[in-house]
Nanobody
């Protein structure tokens, strides 16, 4: 069974940092582009970043550029999202998702994790 499992969410103060993990099972994560998406309360889900299957290409939503970094460790079959300078507006459920397409659009993604809650609050 192909599965993605996120972990690492939690409560953090504004300006703080978190690292989210997305562990794959049932398939090799290096065959897939992996994206991170989030859904804030009352808002549409948005795609915030993606890393190509090779790991050579990454892209980020403008609002997280310079604060969030996506990386992958194929030996651990895991993709990471390092988040720093967190703001209250980053509060959301964060999902990782996999695709054999480029992952430019949310509809590209075939496999989804269950999501992990990140809350930024003092």
């Amino acid at each position: 069974q192909l599965q993605l499992v996120e972990s690492g969410g939690g409560l953090v103060q504004p300006g703080g940092s978190l690292r989210l993990s997305c562990a794959a099972s049932g398939f090799s994560v290096d065959d897939y582009a992996i994206g991170w998406l989030r859904q804030a309360p009352g808002k549409e889900r948005e795609r915030i970043s993606c890393i190509s299957s090779s790991g050579r290409t990454t892209d980020y939503l403008d609002s997280v550029k310079g604060r969030f970094t996506i990386s992958r460790d194929n030996a651990r079959n895991t993709v990471y999202r390092q988040m720093s300078g967190l703001k209250p507006e980053d509060t959301a459920v964060y999902y990782c998702a996999g695709t054999k397409r480029k992952g430019t659009n949310e509809t590209d993604y075939n496999y989804w994790g269950q999501g992990t809650q990140v809350t930024v609050s003092s």
